[in-house]
């Protein structure tokens, strides 16, 4: 802002000679046309210096991005959506916010500002390597298959020593390699279109390898003890065998290598690297993996890379700790004494695809604004004992903050009861994610018009409804499902003992959460951004057999198991794998979801009207296609076929089904192409809908239009 900017009526009237001065000293009509007068040149000196930085992109309204965009002929990307942010914040408005769904891709400011960045560096695989890796938020490496191509050496010139026809085959780290983003060895040529699966290694191509999952870091945990007893642990706090996951970044010559692609650690990687890399680049403080005990952090020459798949038999050296990268087992040698592993801290890195659930992530805009608390009470030994102060300063308005990624392990049932009008919740600052332990489930019992919060947790427990009022809120929350046993759970004596009203509800967002068992009652169950696991048993039932659950409201979730509920007043964008059955079905509406087909399962499912669902949307977009071609209607029997045609195909197709791994609920993508892209924005449906994958490929192909050197063909290549 300049000086001008700044005039007000004081500043006028010093400009003016003294005798007018005096003169509207009683009456002040001068001054206060002077102030008119100063408020219009503030007008037009902030517009001033507004158009003045509207010249350059760093500086300029929201506004002219389009225009200054257009003059260096840049096209805008697709950038996200904010339907999710205004539907949490709807449903969560005392978060600090403003933004709660993670941006997919560059921004259109950085867009347009790197335009010029891009064009003088065109064509170079450095560049296009940038360019991939900021349009689509994803990790990428950009490989020239003309380099990798087998070469009959010309003795006169063009001779290529390093592509020779025969591998080296005592270089086993070099064969491991082959097929991925790292490979070395040449191959003969494939003449195929080039894809995800083949059809690579051809003069004119190349290939962008992306890493679709996320590498989260687990910073400073507690690894899971494993039952075998003695000194083996699992890396995941919940003892499953998950791999290990190399930390995602660039690297210091800006091109993506093995030690920084997010993805799983090679066994024979870690160890040469451990051997030869002085310091190593994933072992260490700060880096992909780290260990240590009670007695200080373990040095990098005592860890070694193992098969750890037999070890109650085999045993690493008395000194050393071996780490298995592909189950994430630790086993530490017998020199390590019962002192030394009383508080064995880890940091190691997992996969997934999103920010989703519990996780030592930053999560400002989740954490609940300290103004509406009255207290904000640290958990420093226990969350039984924090709760205690918290009823000694008499249940008030409170968050009980917890600072670390450490496992709580409580010996007593912890019982959440604020009183009626209050609230209470359980917190963990942004990049903490505690690991909450109980040998009883965690007991809600809210008063009227109250509210108990979870956020940022994992919890290795169940949760018990001890009264049907209040609510109960998950945020960015993990509960135990390896074993399909954890629920949310309204015991029957407590619905047989109901004399007042249910006013009891459940709202959770970007949470994994297994089995809910509510009575049909109630203000219903809220779910946004949520995968919900029940199996072997149903998702969402009520308390009693054979009963519905509470009315439903889901939008961008994915279901594994059935669903019984009394009403569903919106299903939106959502994947249900089992039967659903809504016993009210004249109120409500599924829409851009996924419902299976009754050939698919007996019955079939029960639900309001259904807009643009699949199969059914596909079943009647080839029934009318056939019909107009045919000119006539068609008869039950041609409508069965082109039923039995769509229905076996058209299923969600999953990287796993299996919680934690990596690639947990993540869509297949050699699945159907209707519910990869069928969610109302063309995104896919299901709980990842708020990742925008289709759109982000459609941005870098768009960029790689303008961008690819002439003659050349891209291929997209997803390595996770």
Known sequence: MTATSRFDAEQLMALLPAVYRDRDADGGELRALLEVIASQIRVLAD????????????????????????????????????????????????????????????????????????????????????????????????????????????????????????????????????????????????????????????????????????????????????????????????????????????????SLNEAHAPGPIRESFLRDDLRHSQPSRLYGQGLTLHIKTAA???????????????????????????????????????????????????????????????????????????????????????????????????????????????????????TIDPPKGKWVAIEAAGGCNPHIRTN??????????????????????????????????????????????AKIEVPEAVVDALTGVDTFRLEAAFSILGRIIVPPDGRGLAFLDCILDGRPAPAITGVKANTPGSALHMERCTVFGDVAVREMPLASECIFTGKVNVARRQHGCARFSFIPHEALIPQGSLTPRRYRCQPDLEIRTRVDRQEELLGRRLNDAEKQAIVDAVVPFLVPSFTSRRFGDPGYAQLHRNGPVQIFTGAEDGSEMGVFSHLKQPQREANLRSRLAEYLPFGLQAGLIYVT
Not at 92 to 110: D, H, I, K, S, T
Request: with cysteine.
């Open 296 to 414: 200080g952090p373990v040095a990098q020459n005592l860890i070694c890379a193992r098969d750890l798949s037999q070890w109650l038999v085999k045993q690493p050296p008395p000194t050393m700790v071996a780490v298995d990268v592909r189950t994430g087992r630790i086993h530490f040698g017998s020199a390590y004494t019962a002192n030394d592993l009383k508080d064995v801290r880890i940091t190691v890195h997992h996969g997934f695809s999103s920010e989703l659930g519990g996780g030592c992530y930053p999560r400002a805009s989740w954490l609940i604004k300290p103004s509406l608390a009255d207290a904000v009470i640290p958990v420093t030994t226990t969350i039984d004992q924090a709760l205690f102060d918290w009823r000694t300063l008499g249940q008030p308005n409170a968050i009980l903050r917890i600072n670390d990624s450490r496992t709580y392990d409580e010996t007593t049932q912890l």
């Open 47 to 254: 517009d001033l210096d507004q158009l003045y930085d509207d010249q350059f992109v760093d500086t300029c309204a929201e506004w002219v991005l389009p225009y200054i965009g257009d003059l260096l002929g840049n096209r805008a990307l697709f950038s996200g959506g904010t339907s999710g942010d205004e539907s949490i914040r709807g449903l969560f408005p005392e978060l600090q916010g403003p933004r709660f769904v993670p941006r997919v891709a560059m921004r259109a400011r950085p867009d347009v500002a790197k335009t010029i960045f891009y064009r003088k560096r065109k064509a170079t695989r450095a560049m296009l390597e940038e360019l991939a890796a900021d349009v689509t938020g994803w990790s990428a490496r950009v490989v020239e298959f003309l380099e990798l191509l087998r070469w009959t050496q010309c003795i006169r010139n063009h001779l290529r020593l390093f592509n020779q026809g025969c591998p080296d085959l005592r270089d086993a780290d070099a064969l491991k390699r082959i097929g991925g983003a790292f490979n070395s060895i040449p191959h003969a040529v494939d003449v195929r279109p080039i894809n995800t699966l083949n059809g690579w290694y051809e003069t004119r191509n190349v290939g962008f390898f992306l890493w679709r999952l996320r590498s989260l870091e687990f910073r400073d945990i507690n690894p899971a003890p494993s039952s075998a007893g003695g000194s083996r642990y699992f890396a995941h706090r919940l003892g499953l065998e998950v791999p290990l996951f190399t930390a995602a970044s660039r690297g210091e010559t800006g």
């Open 440 to 485: 009883a489930p965690i007991q809600i019992k809210c008063g009227d018009d109250a509210w108990v919060g979870l956020s940022g947790l994992l919890l290795e427990s169940d949760i018990e409804i001890a009264r049907l009022a209040g609510r109960l809120r998950l945020m960015h929350t993990t509960m135990r499902l390896e074993t399909g046993a």
